[in-house]
């Protein structure tokens, strides 16, 4: 919910507000590993195919929204189709290739 | 050692998939390379579980490329960005950039080139020759010799962090505490699992490795936030004229030199042997106030240096399983996923695997130099990755490979603890290469003190009464005292 917001609320700032400073910039570490931690807890009862999908698309739209200033929709678009592509790589890689029962 | 290289160069020339592999390590290695902020240590961590299902020789294959070509791809984002994409491109891009600004960009790219292939092959060379005459001592060594041998490495990390000796010593005990988690090694009682069967076997090495070098890097890159980068585009001839190339090779001379050198010290780390090369090139050019203006020799000095090292690093690893630096500790973390331990037994039991290390690295070498010379401005490419998909592909890396370890879940968890551990050792000036240094020494240094004391019924003397023995205790000593000593007649030279 939190990755969900901080995304929103960073769509609709203005670009010229520029990323965050000073000791926000320590927030955004925290984040993520707290949601590192939820995505391990989810991650057997959801699959590695939708909690790896949802966590890379919800992180890299609210990363994009971060450096760029504001969301376009073309960057959204890019972004959900890097998630897919990172989530498939992977899978195929590990699963297909390496043989690991992902769960 | 001659037939038996012989022997696996046939094997792998013959076999599609070690070729195969290795193509895809170098290609890889390269692109993570390139990338700033993704060092040779967290391409090789994150990485390293690709090989869990692989025979020891073709995961040695995809390894060594990744090792090679990643610290060969540091240079690209050296010149064309002016941001070192590994510590070892720090001194390339003095003088690459502003060649690369000068619109020769493609001929910084070529000096780099044949330099990373000119100090790879000298490195090789050494590293074959003298990895196993090092052995061949080490096959005399017995529990206090080997006792020495850890103390050794473990007192080389004292120069990890320098300024700071303490602070290596510090984080090394820090391994050797996890170390100590899971089964006694010789009387097979638990220790320290809380009752967690997960702890039962130990720390494994991989979420370890993963956690510090790859998810701490990602944490850092999120808390840097955007980078700014101005990267040259116009990627001119990218092979030098031949007159140019045959006057910088006295300075790649000096660099290889140089690199296997500082790589054969352990714990030196990749940017001290590079600026070195760098700063003794300039010493000795007739020119020196030309450095830092674009000229080849400011280029491939370092950068022969750099990989040169590869081949430095490797002799006290593979020979007396000693690792060289944070690179070659989580190789070594890969051979013992293999089952094999580096080590002068390694030389004697295995011959065959060491003459594929030999050949994985050398194929490394050639094919590095090849696809860096055929295309450097496909590679150029890979910097227009934006970041959050950059950080977010290789967090979800650092997932998938430390749970590939084990299938395990609790190996994520530890990543993820890990990974917080090492950016916060970061922010707080610690090094975080000795923790893992702590963790594969560990269970060695353990292991050879009991045995000591059992045979010598206790007594300490033992360590003093062999000659080796205590050779290595005294080096140990002198150099875990000798940056301490350092700094304190720094500090005194600089009180008022």
């Not at chain 2, 990338?35 to 967290?42: D, E, K, R, V």
């Not at chain 2, 910084?108 to 061949?136: E, H, K, N, R």
């Not at chain 2, 660099?255 to 090369?277: D, N, R, T």
């Not at chain 2, 299938?407 to 990974?419: E, H, K, P, T, W």
Request: proline content about 7%; glycine content about 12%; overall charge positive.
């Amino acid at each position: 919910m939190l990755v969900v917001q901080g995304a929103w609320s960073l769509a609709r700032r203005p670009a010229a507000a520029g990323p965050a400073l000073g000791p926000r910039r320590f927030l955004w570490p925290a984040a993520f590993v707290a949601s590192l931690l939820v995505y391990r807890q989810v991650l057997p009862a959801v699959g590695y195919p939708a909690a790896t999908l949802g966590f890379c698309a919800a992180w890299i739209l609210v990363l994009t929204g971060r450096y760029q200033g504001r969301l376009t929709a073309r960057s959204a678009a890019l972004s959900v189709a890097a998630a897919v592509a990172i989530t498939g790589a992977l899978y195929y890689v590990f699963k297909g290739f390496v043989r690991v029962p992902l769960p | 050692m001659f037939t038996d290289v012989l022997g696996a160069l046939a094997h792998i020339l013959t076999n599609p998939t070690s070729l195969g592999l290795s193509v895809a390590g170098v290609l890889v290695g390269i692109v993570f390379g390139a990338l700033p902020g993704i060092s040779s240590t967290m391409s090789l961590a994150v990485l390293m579980p690709l090989t869990f299902r692989l025979n020891a020789t073709d995961a040695m294959m995809f390894l060594m490329a990744v090792f090679n070509a990643s610290v060969y791809g540091g240079s690209i984002s050296a010149i064309l960005v002016n941001i070192p994409g590994t510590p070892g491109s720090i001194a390339t891009q003095l003088d690459g950039h502003p060649m690369a600004k000068q619109g020769r960009a493609g001929e910084a790219l070529g000096y780099v080139t044949l330099a990373s292939g000119f100090g790879g092959i000298l490195g090789l060379l050494v590293f074959m020759t003298i990895a196993p005459l090092v052995a061949s001592v080490g096959l005399s060594f017995q529990s206090p010799e080997f006792t020495g041998l850890a103390l050794l490495g473990l007192a080389s990390l004292s120069a990890a962090l320098p300024g700071a000796a303490y602070k290596g010593i510090l984080v090394g005990i820090l391994g050797l505490l996890l170390s100590t988690i899971g089964l006694d090694p010789l009387t097979n009682v638990l220790r320290f699992d809380f009752g967690s069967k997960d702890l039962a076997a130990g720390l494994s090495i991989i979420p370890m490795a993963v956690g510090i070098f790859g998810l701490a890097e990602v944490l850092n890159g999120l808390e840097a936030g955007p980078a700014r980068m101005e990267v040259v585009r116009t990627i001119s001839r990218v092979i030098p004229p031949w007159a140019e190339v045959k006057r910088t090779i006295p300075a790649a001379l000096r660099g290889s030199l140089v690199g296997i050198i500082v790589g054969i010290i352990p714990a030196a780390g990749s940017a001290i042997g590079v600026v070195f090369a760098y700063l003794q090139e300039k010493r000795l050019s007739a020119h020196p106030e030309r450095f830092g203006t674009g000229i080849p020799e400011g280029i491939v000095a370092p950068e022969s240096s750099n990989n040169a090292e590869i081949g430095g690093d490797l002799i006290p690893t593979m020979s007396l399983g000693i690792p060289g630096d944070g690179i070659t500790a989580v190789l070594m973390g890969a051979l013992l996923v293999q089952g094999l331990r580096p080590g002068p037994l390694m030389f004697k039991e295995h011959p065959d695997f060491v003459a594929a290390v030999y050949v994985a690295l050398g194929i490394a070498i050639v094919l590095t130099t090849a696809f860096g010379l055929l295309g450097a401005r496909l590679f150029a490419k890979v910097l227009a990755v934006p970041q959050p998909i950059l950080l977010c592909a290789i967090a979800m890396l650092c997932v998938v490979g430390s749970y590939a370890a084990n299938n395990s879940l609790f190996d994520v968890g530890a990543m993820i603890g890990f990974g917080v551990l090492g950016y916060l050792m970061q922010k707080l000036g610690f090094p975080v290469v000795p923790l893992v240094f702590g963790l594969i020494l560990g269970p060695m240094l353990e292991e050879n003190v009991r045995r000591t004391l059992v045979v010598s019924d206790g007594s300490w003397l033992i360590y003093v009464q062999r000659p080796i023995s205590v050779t290595l205790l005294g080096l140990s000593v002198l150099t875990a005292a000798y940056p301490a000593f350092l700094e304190y007649r720094a500090r005194r030279r600089s009180a008022p």
